[in-house]
């Protein structure tokens, strides 16, 4: 009974406390979603090799003899190009006088098309024959890798990494003629082995024919550390940072990779640690992680005495569908179970599970449109269970307001483009978006936000959560040189909209019409990097209004600030 009185009492601080006016009270699920951040893969650039189409009337002006070409015939080519594809890229040649030179540029162009399709080894040649029947022949030699452990030489690395990248070479490149894509594919995903560098050439192979891959492999250093300091937190638990970070490359030699971080503010302590390992060679990868946090709420907040947990353990799958130096497709699979724990004065408020699996595609692809650029985009569908048994007042409660227990459903998107300016040098324009679509109202930790240094930066971390949203920024950003050290120099728009209820109901908010509302804002940010150390800084300026401010004008950090400043320092041993 004593039990119940103190949790109605604790209850009734919390929905009538004029403390409460000043801004939303953080809790174990927001403030866990507030530190979970995604980075995607990034790709390479490269060239497309492309034929010379003025090669043949180059070769024109050169002495020797000549012979009339009446038609052209082909060997050899066979599954490489059909014999339309073939006599449409000689075809200029045909009905004309040529000498050899430009008879071997006709046999050079035939090689720079069948390698655009992506046969890099394959080549054309003119054979020893006789042109006075007016038939030109033009061999192929499809090219293909030597046969046997010879097709892939290694230096460097300890024989276990060189016999697993052998392994992943030879699951990945075919028996026949390879392919640009084929080459690639087994290449970059031996560079994906974690703690690696890996550097490849092709070179004529020991067989007549043949080509083989010469890689110089150089092995990192087996752990690393890492230490940021920042103003990224909540200001009701302390918004400086400190964290240390710590990576081992492949403590089991099976291409794993570990992590562990620890991260501290004046009232939260945060540990996670993640393990990531190859179950093929073709590329997939498993993962799992857990963290823990425990929290409490100072400042104007400090007498309700709010204080809890947050505990996550979850895993995952992932392969590259397609993994090459210009475009790269991932499928993602993952699943969690977070524990999230909330007490006032001592008393349980909150006694959260939230299980969830989330499927999706992740993407980059680079191209020269408009100068060249690369684009990344994903897509995901999270789908899961909140249960809310382990409290039942807190079950009742909910059942009457938000209805968060029970299934859930939401899309996530985002895309990003990082373009090049032609005619301006070291400019680029970034430009992205992201997004959450909800089907239900979600438990806190689900929830979008708007605010904070990865969002609207003109605003406060936790403003404007809401179980669907919408963020666009753009950057234009200049590349620089500062006293010997790389910097960049930027101007920034951000712009958000977000939905507080998927499902209002009675009482939800004392305005509805601010259940859905835009934030807004500009800055200037200036990013300075030396050799093991990085500095990042913001600042940033609100544009227009906040109709989601509390009924006291304040934001969800308990102030009404207009100008907003962000910095992180790195630091790397």
């Known amino acids: 009974m004593h039990e119940i009185t103190n949790l109605r009492m604790a209850a009734a601080l919390l929905s009538m406390s004029p403390l409460l006016t000043i ?50 015939r082909f060997t050899g080519a066979d599954g490489l190009a059909t014999e339309t594809e073939l006599q449409a890229w000689v075809a200029d040649g045909v009905g004309q006088r040529l000498n050899h030179a430009q008879m071997q540029a006709l046999a050079a162009r035939v090689t720079a098309r069948l390698q655009a399709k992506g046969y890099l080894l394959a080549r054309a040649y003119l054979p020893r024959q006789d042109l006075s029947g007016g038939e030109l022949q033009i061999a192929v030699v499809p090219g293909r890798l030597q046969e046997g452990p010879g097709r892939l030489g290694l230096t460097g690395g300890n024989a276990a990494l060189q016999a697993r990248l052998r392994v992943i070479a030879d699951a990945n490149l075919p028996e026949g003629p390879p392919k640009a894509e084929d080459l690639e594919r087994a290449l970059l995903l031996m560079r994906d082995v974690p703690g690696i560098t890996v550097r490849s050439a092709l070179a004529k192979g020991d067989q007549p024919g043949t080509s083989r891959i010469e890689a110089q492999v150089e092995e990192q250093r087996a752990w690393g550390v890492s230490a940021s300091v920042d ?128 499927v999706g595609f992740s993407a980059n692809a680079w191209d020269e449109r408009f100068g060249g650029g690369q684009t990344d985009w994903g897509l995901g569908v999270a789908s899961g269970q909140v249960s809310l048994a382990r409290n039942p007042d807190d079950a009742r409660a909910d059942a009457v307001g938000a209805s968060t227990q029970g299934s859930f459903t939401k899309l996530n998107w985002h895309v990003g483009r990082n373009q090049s300016l032609p005619g301006l040098g070291s400019w680029t324009l970034f430009v992205s978006a992201n997004g959450q679509l909800a089907t239900d109202n979600l438990d806190s930790s689900e929830k979008f936000i708007l605010g904070g240094p990865a969002g609207v930066r003109a605003y406060a971390v936790g403003e404007a959560s809401g179980d669907s949203g919408w963020l666009a920024s753009m950057e234009l950003r200049r590349d620089f040189r500062f006293y010997g050290l790389r910097a960049q120099g930027l101007g920034f728009l951000d712009v958000g909209g977000i939905t507080q209820h998927q499902n209002p109901w009675t009482g939800a908010l004392a305005d509805p019409s601010t259940n859905h509302y835009r934030l807004a804002g500009a800055g200037l940010g200036l990013n300075v990097s030396g050799e093991r150390w990085s500095v990042r800084s913001a600042w940033a300026h609100t544009l227009g209004h906040n109709r989601g401010r509390s009924a006291n004008g304040l934001e969800a950090d308990g102030r009404a600030e207009r100008q907003r400043a962000w910095v992180q320092l790195n630091v790397a041993y």
């Open 23 to 72: 801004a939303a009270t953080p809790d174990a699920g927001q403030l866990l979603n507030e530190r979970q951040r995604v980075e995607q893969p990034a790709s390479r650039p490269s060239t497309e090799p492309k034929a010379d189409a003025n090669a043949l009337s180059q070769a024109a002006g050169q002495p020797g003899l000549t012979a009339l070409v009446q038609q052209v």
């Open 231 to 358: 103003n990224f937190a909540n200001r009701y638990t302390g918004d400086v940072r400190a964290t240390v970070r710590g990576v081992l490359n492949r403590p089991l030699e099976r291409e794993d990779q570990a992590f562990v971080s620890l991260s501290k503010t004046r009232d939260t302590s945060q540990a996670a640690a993640s393990y990531a390992w190859a179950l093929s060679p073709k590329g997939l990868r498993a993962n799992v992680n857990a963290s823990y946090l425990r929290y409490s709420v100072g400042l104007e907040l400090e007498p309700l005495e709010l204080r809890g947990t947050a505990r996550s353990l979850g895993a995952g799958l992932s392969f590259p569908l397609q993994r090459a130096r210009e475009s790269n497709v991932w499928l993602n699979l993952d699943a969690e179970d977070r524990r999230l724990d909330d007490d006032a004065l001592g008393v349980s408020l909150h006694r959260r599970r939230v299980d969830r699996v989330n």
